[in-house]
DNA sequence: CAGAATCCACCAGGATACTG
DNA sequence: CAGTATCCTGGTGGATTCTG
């Protein structure tokens, strides 16, 4: 049985962080930057369920939440990077964290979630994609 | 700067976690009962801005995904109580860090999060009104 | 105390098309 | 390649009322 290490005894610190990766594909996109999959292109590549301007809007509330910064290369073709702030990387463990748990119980996951009535069947299964861009990603 | 001890090379796991926590209250519920706060009445107080309703639904989902159990007492007046499964309790780990990450934070992201025009101000601080709960939740 | 039934407002997120 | 402007809809979550 799980063990608490720390008393817990408020959870504000929950409501704050769920303010912070609330948006569909938040989780998504700060697990790619911290692979080094940081252009808007890439994300797009990545997540083909999630449209240009979707990405972009969860990019930008990310960015004002201090934890991704956006850097704009001036030339052309426009490059654009997105990169953690040191917040950002703290954040990490709990993405990180996210990822493992959800591989681990996948089997059981897509069972019960797929017998969700109200579950969309998303068209492409992210894994694949995902594995092609990171592995194309540097060129 | 963060380590990645495990090679993420995919996402859906995260993507799978997501749609679990999915919903505005489901993370204070499963923390909830963690902490043996584990009846309806108990949620309601314990979470002023939330429904009765929202709070139902919510854990019905909960529910459904196989992470929490309900049980129901066949008495006069009725009693219900809520506990984690095996699998929801594999979830607390992640709950807490989300929980401690927040905390830790707490400055800087209510700042952030407060100059966000489309934030709307809860009147109520949850912190105090769940301190308040834990204190007398075990008669 | 627990919860179902309505009704409804709002907004996140998707589709599409256009500009630099 | 990157980003913005519209437009639209589905669903989440809130308010209220009513039963056992």
Redesign the interface.
């Known amino acids: 049985?799980?063990e608490?290490?720390?008393p817990?005894?408020?959870?504000?610190?929950?409501?704050?962080?769920?303010?912070?990766?609330n948006g569909?594909w938040k989780?998504?996109l700060l697990?790619?930057i911290?692979?080094d999959i940081k252009r808007p292109s890439e994300f797009v590549r990545m997540l083909p369920d999630a449209t240009r301007r979707v990405l972009n809007v969860q990019l930008k509330?990310l960015e004002?939440?201090?934890i991704i910064v956006k850097k704009i290369y001036p030339q052309l073709p426009p490059k654009v990077e997105y990169s953690l702030t040191d917040?950002g990387?703290?954040?990490?463990?709990?993405?990180?964290?996210?990822?493992?748990?959800?591989?681990?119980?996948?089997e059981?996951?897509?069972k019960?979630?797929a017998?969700?009535p109200k579950?969309k069947k998303t068209s492409k299964?992210?894994?694949e994609v995902?594995?092609k861009v990171?592995e194309t990603s540097h060129h």
């Open positions: 049985m799980y608490r290490k720390i817990l005894t408020i959870d504000c610190g929950l409501h704050l962080t769920r303010e912070i990766l569909k989780p998504a697990n790619a911290s692979m509330e004002e939440h201090g917040i990387w703290s954040l990490m463990p709990i993405i990180d964290a996210m990822n493992v748990w959800g591989d681990k119980n996948r059981f996951l897509e019960v979630i017998q969700d579950t299964s992210p894994c995902l594995r990171s």
